[in-house]
Every structure is written in C-alpha cells, then in structure tokens.
T-cell receptor, first 115, second 115 residues
C-alpha cells in the first residue's frame, strides 16, 4: 500500500523567497510520485511527476522536486516565490502508471505568499 | 486545451435526499475517476470506471454510491441517500487509453453540502 505525508498544512513565504513544501512517501513497490496544484475555484493541475527516470524533476512555473529514496522524500521547491504561486499543493503517489491505478494524495499544503 | 467539466459547482441538499453529480470528461478519454476531499482532509479516491464498468472502488464507495456513463459523454456520480458526512468537494477526472497519470485531467469540482 502507498501513502504520503505532507509536513505542514500551511506554509507562508515572502515574495522572492525560497519555497519548500515537504512530502514523504511510503510504498512497498517503486513509486510514481506527483505534485498537483489547486488554485482557488479550480481543479487539480499536475505540476510535475517522478517515474523512476531522473531523480530531479522539473515542472511548470519554475517548480522542481527531487526524489530521495534514502529519505523516502519528494520535496517540492521553487527558488523564488511569486504572488501567483499562492495555492494549495498536493503530493500524490501511485504504484503503476496508466490503467486504473488510483492516486493516493497527501492532505495538502496551503502556500501563502506575502508581498 | 481540453478540459473536464463538472456541474453544478455547488450543490446543497437535505440529508436523505438523492444527488447526482455530473461530469463531462474529455471526449477521447476512456478512464474515468471520482475523488473527493472533505474539508481539511486528504483528497480520497472513490472509484475508477473503464469499459462501462467499475474497475476499482474504495471502502468509501458503498452501496449508497453509484456511477454511470448514461450517454457516452456524461459520467455521473449518484448518492442515493445523502448523509452529513458526504459533504465534500467531489472531483471528476479522466485519462486517455495508454496514458500515464501525467495525462490525468481533473475537473474543478462540485462542492456538496448536506444539511
């Protein structure tokens, strides 16, 4: 079975500061890992994914995440926060790609960006 | 860009009433999903649907829930007799044949409030 834990339900940063959103996973098989973003009144949008290729994954809007097997982590970072990054971010894991395999989500981290 | 459309965006109902949440997946997609998010909790998998039948369902998806693809374009989630604890944001998602989860598209959700 798979699970993810997101540390910190709320993170607040200043505009221009580093964004670090933490995600740890548990999986009995090699995982596929995802970060989704949800802007207010919108659906879940894929930011980036890891599927056992490069451990450093680059996504949209300047975000990236690094898969660290030894730490069972997949933290999301962005060097310089922008006001438009304010949203809720979800880490998710699945065991298989494609087909009907479900995603297991974390509780989410709400990012606030202060001017 | 193609999108998954969900209606209504908000639904208020009385406990014990039946509700139908509607989704129009992307037209050439073959895999369909419902997820839900109770306020402050994780996004949870409910059910996946492929080839006109349920392919996987969670423990949450009990006999009160049903899904249907009535006309080849809509994908509906029915709750027969709503309970207070069914209050949540319900997300529909769809995916093309042979695609990975990076090709999973989510709708913007229906906020269900059971009074």
């Amino acid at each position: 079975a798979q699970s993810v834990t997101q540390l910190g339900s709320h993170v607040s940063v200043s505009e221009g500061a580093l964004v670090l959103l933490r995600c740890n996973y548990s999986s009995s098989v090699p995982p596929y890992l995802f970060w989704y973003v949800q802007y207010p009144n919108q659906g879940l949008q894929l930011l980036l994914k890891y599927t056992s290729a490069a451990t450093l994954v680059k996504g949209i809007n300047g975000f990236e995440a690094e898969f660290k097997k030894s730490e069972t982590s997949f933290h999301l970072t962005k060097p310089s926060a922008h006001m438009s990054d304010a949203a809720e971010y979800f880490c998710a894991v699945s065991a298989l790609e494609g087909g009907s395999e479900k995603l297991v989500f974390g509780k989410g981290t709400k990012l606030t960006v202060n001017p | 860009e193609p999108e998954v459309t969900q209606t209504p965006s908000h639904q208020v109902t009385q406990m014990g009433q039946e509700v139908i949440l509607r989704c129009v997946p992307i037209s050439n997609h073959l895999y369909f999903y419902w997820y839900r998010q109770i306020l402050g909790q994780k996004v949870e998998f409910l059910v996946s649907f492929y080839n006109n039948e349920i392919s996987e369902k969670s423990e949450i998806f009990d006999d009160q829930f049903s899904v249907e693809r009535p006309d080849g374009s809509n994908f509906t989630l029915k709750i027969r007799s709503t309970k207070l604890e069914d209050s949540a944001m319900y997300f529909c998602a769809s995916m093309a044949q042979g695609a990975g989860h990076e090709k999973l598209f989510f709708g913007s959700g229906t906020q269900l409030s059971v009074l």
